[in-house]
């Protein structure tokens, strides 16, 4: 643009020459202001320049003004701004001023001439601006300006109007003969009918023009309207031409007239000829289709033009006279349009309404202007005055007044607008689509005037029924259009209020084929009117659109075609979202005519807006593929012509010229590589469009899934390059899902081309859509690198593609990736991921080219890892990375690359060392030109070679790099693997000629290496240095040895640790390599320098230097023993500290290589008594130097060390303490050394010493042992060599347990904590048995010992301390938890005992809780029945000796102990029983207790599995038992009313009923202790029901009864509550019993023989009741009855005892006491026993002699000596009885 406009200026504008007209043409012809966009803006510019600097030239010049205002109303804003600069720079404004909205100042009046010829422009957006700019300037020039200027455009128009043929006037009446217009048509001949050509794509199938007859379906209406006489309907003479391009060759006809008056002379010279029609042409067309455009234009608001009435009368006068009866189409469409524009924009006025409605409706009668003024400024030759002309008039004029009608107002003018619509209604029925349109338009705005809404349903009706059921086709597609004007004026909501879409949908699925043809009009018209608003009901009619595509008739398939066109071209993004589904579900059905329908419908889809179709296609074209391999001929031919649909928009001229190949391609899979071909072939000029990919992309994909390797490669390379020919990348997404998974396919191809091809076409793909388009793309690359289980080539392939992705994201995405994501990878375990990392370094360097220099330095560390991998396949890639790598950028990065591989050469890993030699080898045969030999070649050529290399290097890398190099590469030559000293050999063959001399070049360098290496720290780089050291000896010899000696020498004194371990190595290897001789001359200083060395601090200094001084024993014997030893023995001695320190590390590391030798030398002197610190510590360290030795001097070292530390607790009072500490802490550190240090096969050997002082006499002596057996066990624990002596130590310890000195006692309790503690739990357990067992023994002896008789109390010593129970707890804890069954038993039976003989005070609360947790964890899992039983007895002892502190554990304790009555075991339910009554003190809450107990009782709480188990008896027995130690220890507890009273009724159920007598029993015994908390009332109760009742009767009770009514008797009487019953009830319940004892049934009879001691024990009256009872009894107590009786009589007189305490001491009761003595001294052994007890509560043994001496003073001689002799003999040793059970 500047350059154009510097054309035009000159500098000094006011001696410039003036531009002339010519130059500047070309800014104002076709290549500038009427040019292309670009043009027309810099002609802008450059005219305001122009303007700027040659203001008169431009007002001089109308032409340059002209084209200004043209521009400044053009369509695109960079032509209009840049017109409105140059109009206000030419008007003398700023540039500035044209921003915004500023208005334009108006033109020159003269506008007019230069727009008229641009109005019929070829260009059609200069046609439309100046058809704006002309109405703008009309505006700006109102008056009579603006009328001679429409004048002009009119004229204009007319005089491009073809002159008609002149025809004959019909006979009329005078008025008639005198108007230039036809007033009534003569009939004409037929003529031939013109074949009409279908209008594609868009068709009614109406014909247009082709019927001789035209009738006017208006005038009937406007006769009603107006009130005027309907002109009669005549036929047309003639029919003229109704299409632009000339008039259909007509037939010769007759005419009389015309044939006389050719024999008659003319009667004068103004008659006329007949002339024939102008023809006419598309210039004259074009310049008319201007004219109106620019009348059209005048309606716009911007163009603010004012027409009066005047104006009006001329434009529509014109229209109707000229433009309505044009017989171009295209312009009588324009011309109906503008006139009712015009009628719409201008006719509001009263006038106008007043003046145009008349004649319009003369022209509805008529056909022509009555009003000829109306034409006055305007030439009537050329006016049309055919029929054909006057009904194109009606129906033009119909529009018209459908406009004015907008203006009429509703109240007034109702009649008239319903008169007009039915009019409008009428004319639908024109067989003109454009007619039909334009009617639908204007009714669509008088759907809501007047009456219309309330007539609205009728007319929908008429017009449904009219479309469904008309009989013409023109009336059909009428009828269609004026249901969609109705609905679209009256609103969508009428679609659905009229049932509209139903009916259609009706009439389309079960209709005729008119009716279905109809809908389907209808259904277009809708979509094409009502747009995005139908979508929605295109879902619900898409079934039956599809059903049409199949109907048997061509018209209705023909319809469905066109209305889908319309619909899909109509469609939103989101309305082919809610379609395609649908269309895609009707193409899998498996019918076939549903299939067609479908594939119809998706080749309709091309006729979808450029962005919808793009959306659409990529789903489309696969399915139509997919449809050719389908079994049905039709289905193949629809989707052939639905592919060919679709090819027809394609806008790109190469696709289109190659499209029947690529439609080939599709349809036959063996012209895929012809398709591919000739797509690679042709040269694309145009941008790709969206159809045209559509049929690329199924081909592409063909291709790529094809077996040959050319056509993968060929469709591979397609896909990368189609990306960056399409016009918008967009475009292409939708294909990716489709090409994505194909390209991945070929980046795996076993074939290197086809993977490198698609690799590139995934970086071009990547490159022009963005790497964000592919989400998971990378990750899938990296994945796939990563994968174990894909191949080489699969990696292979993904590492290319990863890195064209990367290099295509730009270096520096490449750079981050492959640092923070790729790299990171080459450590990972899986060899596949190494692999797949150095796959990407094999591609990445070539690709990426000299932006790969930054990366270099980052992958090489991973391709030297990746040369030394364990895996073959990794180091092979690796190594191919690498020598692309230095391939590639060696020579220009020599200094980055060799670092590393020097680097290399001394890494830890021997593959890398390999690696990084192979990798110099390359980089020093590139340099100098040379290849590394792979055999061992000396030739001459050979060596000139290597001179020549060695030359070149030296050149290249400069001296001083040349011998780090070489130094580097002769140090690997003694690497530690042979593989690397192999590759280091060939290398340095390849580069070197002569060894010695190059090492006398480099030696300076070497050795700094060799020292650095043996300072490195590294083992290996030291042994490494050592044995190149040695090399260098042998190969030197004594040439070096005087420069290298003085240099380790110097090292190991000025050195780090590090330096000195290698100087070592180094000596090592110098006095391994080196002959006696040669190392005799220097033995001073070596040795001096190894015991300096064996004397270091450092440790690893020291053991180096043991290695060394082996070496040279080896090599001079031992005089190096007689140099060294003694001199150290001296330091030892001596007084410095650091002297003594270091002498000591130089005895240890001579003593780790000659301990066995030199042992018995240094112990003896170690060991004497009184031992120094100095010497216990070194004691120690010689320990840790000689493990394996020093155990065969145990018998020395242990027992001394002990007594050691012995004799401190002996330490006199004037000894210095503090120095004795010391002397004792040193003592102890060096018995842990020694413990920590000796071997495995020595520890029973310390064990066995320990042990050996554990019995000593001195407790001083005991407790050391103890401690070193702690000390052992803490040692070591981690070698955990010692489990075999833990029998060993457990038994040493557990007998200290009885040890008489506390101090022993605390030693021992820490022993066996550490035992505990050091020993896992797991191991213990298995000595658990053993434990037991020693304690139990320990137990016995003690109190044999003490004089007891094995059952007495007794507290053990060592559990009876603070926290002497804690050591073993664990051990009883694991076996509680994990162990078997038999484990179990002995660690609870265990746990139990050990709390037996720990008194109260040293169980703590915290440890009883420690103990009680895990037995109650386990005691509820399946043991066996010991292992229950051992629990619950300690529960029992725990309950026992904690009391209040277990009070939160009781509801477990009551859970654990409840469940337990339910138990097989009888003896699990006894002990359950016990322990529910030692938990009774602790309860709170008994209610749930006695509740539970009591349902178990009535076997309502026991489950199934229980009672099969134990027994429905067993678990009620020991229920009513343990509910009976409730209430007897709890029952005051019970805060619930109900719980006694259902504990007796409980009783009561089961007292004589049940069938077992245990059940009886404990029924009873539940009875007596509730009888005894309710009170004597209850208990007088429970007597009458179950013994007075049933008194009377005995004889006929059940033996259950009988014994029931002793049992509850018993239990009743033998509480305190028996002697508060009721008199009269005690003499009945006594008489019962006396009746009971004499009973036949031994088990009543037994029942009632207790009984009877319970009556008489609770008598009030002992006396009268004695004398009653006694007789009974006393026979009882005869050998001849049963023993049971016997024993029950006995059991009797012991309740008796119990609740009358002196009776039998008295005379009352001596026959019974005597009955009882003869009975105890006579009757069999269990009866003794218990008549014994009886005997024993009698005399009140426990209280004394006493109640003996009361019996003595009653009884006889006999009877005394008899009762003397088993008092004394049996009554004293009775310890007591429980009274309580009776």
Known sequence: YEALIACYLTDDVAKGPALSASEIAPLLGERGALGCENARVASMDTLAAIAEHHPKLVKVNPLIENRIWLNCHATKDRIKNAARRAWFVARGYDAEDAEGDTPLDPPSKMFAVPLLPLLSHEDDTIARAASASMASALGMHPGESAKKNIVKLCNTFISSFPAPEEDEQPKSSPAAASSPFPVQPLPAAATKKKPVKKK????????????????????????????????????????????????????????????????????????????????????????????LRAISSLKEPSANVTLDLPLLKILLGFLMAFGLGDGNESVRNASRNAARDIVAAYGSSDDAIAFFLPQFEMVLNTGRITDVTMLDPLPTEKVPKTIAASDCRKEGVVVSLGSIALHLKNDVDEDKIDGIIDMLLNALKTPSEDVQSSVALCLSK??????????????????MDECINGSSLASIRGAAYGISAAVKGSGIASLKKYEVVKRLEEACTS????????????????????????????????????????????????????????????????????????????????????????????????????????????????????????????????????????????????????????????????????????????????????????????????????????????????????????????????????????LKSTLLDPIPDVRSISAKSLGSLTRGLGEATFPDLRSWLVDTLRSEGGSSVERSGAAQGLVELLVAGGAQLTENVMINEILPLKSHPKPGTREGVLWVL???????????????????????????????????????????????????????????????????????????????????????????????????????????????????????????????????????????????????????????????????????????????????????????????????????????????????????EYTRQGVCVGLAEVIDCSSKEQIAKFLDIIVKVVQDALCDEDEQVRAMAASCFQNLYNLVGNRVLDEMVPALLVEMEGDDNETKVRALNGMTGILSVKSRELLPYIVPRLLKTPLTISHVEALGTISGATGGTIHMHFSSII???????????????????????????????????????????????????????????????????????????????????FYEQVPVIIRELLHRLNDDSKVVLKANNKALGALTSCVPAEELVTHIQFIRNLIASMVSDARYRKGGVGDGDFFLPGFNMPKGLEPLLPVYQRGILYGDASVRETAAAGLGELITITANKYLAGPFLIKLTGPLLRIVGDRNPSAVKIAIVQTLGLILTKGGPVLRAFVPQFQTTFVKALSDPSRQVRVEAIKALALLMPLSTRVDPLIKELVATSSGKGSNATTVETAGMVAIQTAALEALAVVLKHGGKKAKVAESIPSSLAAGRELLVTHEDDGVRESAAKVIGFACELLGTDEANNVLEEFVLEKSSNLSSCSLETKHGIACICRRVFSRSVGQEIDRTIYSSVSSTILTLMKDDKTMVKEAACVAIGAVLGSSTEVESTLSLVEKNMVACMDTKE???????????????????????????????????????????????????????????????????????????FDSAKKMQAIYSKVLVKIKGVNVDEL
């Open 200 to 291: 594609v794509p868009f068709d009614t199938g109406l014909p247009k023009k082709t019927k001789t007859k035209k009738t006017s379906h208006v005038t009937g209406s406007m006769a009603k309207i107006t009130g005027a006489p309907t002109i009669k309907k005549t036929k047309a003479t003639k029919k003229l031409l109704a299409k632009s391009l000339g008039a259909p060759k007509k037939e010769r006809t007759l005419d009389n007239d015309l044939l006389m008056s050719q024999f008659k002379a003319p009667s004068s010279s103004t008659e006329k000829k007949k002339v024939p029609a102008e023809e006419d042409s598309e210039g004259k067309v074009a310049v008319r289709l201007g004219v």
């Open 446 to 463: 008088l759907m809501k005037k007047g009456r219309t809404q309330k007539r609205i349903e009728t007319l929908l009706n008429d017009l």
């Open 511 to 742: 209709g005729t084929p008119n009716s279905k043809e109809g809908s389907l009009f209808c259904i277009e018209l809708l979509s094409s009117r009502l747009g995005i608003l139908f979508e929605p009901y295109v879902i619900v009619l898409l079934p039956a659109l599809l059903k049409a595509f199949s109907d048997s008739n061509d018209y209705v398939r023909t319809a469905a075609d066109r209305t889908v066109g319309l619909i899909m071209g109509n469609l939103s993004g989101h309305g082919v979202k809610l379609v395609m589904p649908a269309v895609l579900n009707a193409f899998a059905e498996p019918e076939w005519r549903t299939k067609q329908a479908s594939i119809h419908m998706l080749g309709s889809m091309s006729h979808c807006a450029p962005k919808q179709l793009a959306k659409c296609l990529p789903q489309v074209v696969p399915k139509l593929t997919e449809a050719f391999s389908d079994t049905h001929p039709k289905v193949k031919n629809s989707a052939e012509e639905a592919l060919e649909e679709i090819c027809k928009v394609i806008k790109n001229p190469e696709i289109s010229s190659i499209s029947p190949t690529l439609l080939r391609a599709l349809t036959d899979a063996s012209g895929t590589l012809q398709a591919l071909e000739a797509l690679i072939s042709t040269e694309f000029v145009h941008a790709i469009d969206a159809p045209s990919l559509s049929i690329i992309i199924p081909v592409v994909h063909r291709g790529l899934r094809d077996r040959a390797a050319t056509t993968k490669r060929y469709a591979a390379l397609i896909s990368g390059n189609i990306c960056t020919m399409v016009n918008d990348p967009r475009d292409f997404v939708p294909y990716l899902p489709i090409l994505l998974p194909d």
């Open 842 to 1056: 094999t591609f990445l360097p070539s690709v990426l080219g000299q932006a790969y220099s930054s990366l270099i330095d980052e992958s090489l560390p991973a391709l030297l890892s990746g040369l030394a991998d364990d895996s073959e396949t990794v180091r092979d890639v690796a190594l191919r990375a690498g020598r692309v790598l230095v391939r590639s950028h060696g020579k220009a990065h020599k200094d980055k690359i060799l670092p590393s591989l020097e680097e290399g050469l001394s890494h830890e890993d021997y593959r890398i060392r390999v690696a990084s030699l192979t990798l110099l080898g390359d980089l020093l045969g590139m340099l100098g030109g040379t290849k590394v030999g792979k055999a061992n070649t000396d030739t001459q050529d050979d060596i000139r070679q290597a001179e020549r290399a060695q030359a070149q290097i030296a050149l290249a890398l400069g001296n001083v790099v040349r011998k780090r190099v070489l130094s580097s590469l002769y140090l690997a030559r003694s690497d530690t693997a042979a593989v690397v000293r192999q590759s280091a050999v060939q290398v340095w063959k390849s580069v070197v000629s002569v060894t010695p001399r190059t090492l006398r070049e480099i030696l300076s360098e070497l050795v700094d290496q060799i020292v650095t290496a043996l300072a490195s720290g590294d083992p290996e780089r030291t042994q490494v240095a050592g044995r190149c050291l040695g090399d260098i000896v042998q190969k030197l010899g004594d040439q070096v040895l005087p420069s290298i000696i003085p240099v380790l020498r110097d090292n190991l004194y000025r050195g780090d």
């Open 1199 to 1281: 027992p001394t060390l002990i007594l050691e530390l012995a004799s401190f607790s002996e330490i006199s009072d004037d000894a210095d303490e503090e120095e004795e500490k010391e002397r004792e802490e040193a003592v102890r550190l060096c018995l842990r050394a020694v413990c920590q240090n000796v071997d495995t096969t020595g520890v029973n050997w310390l064990i066995s010493e320990i042990s050996s002082k554990c019995t000593h006499d001195k407790e001083s002596v005991r407790k050391e042992a103890c401690w070193s057996l702690q000390a052992v066990v803490e040692e070591r624990k981690k070698v955990a060599d």
């Open 1682 to 1756: 049963e023993l049971a009786v016997q024993q029950a009589i006995a059991n009797g007189l012991c309740i008796t005892a119990r609740l009358q305490p002196g009776l039998f001491r008295t005379q009352e009761g001596l026959v019974l006491i005597n009955s009882a003595l003869k009975m105890a001294m006579s009757g069999a052994q269990r009866v003794q026993f218990s008549y014994n007890d009886f005997l024993w509560i009698a005399l009140d043994v426990q209280n004394g002699e006493s109640g003996l001496e009361e019996y003595l003073g009653l009884a006889h």
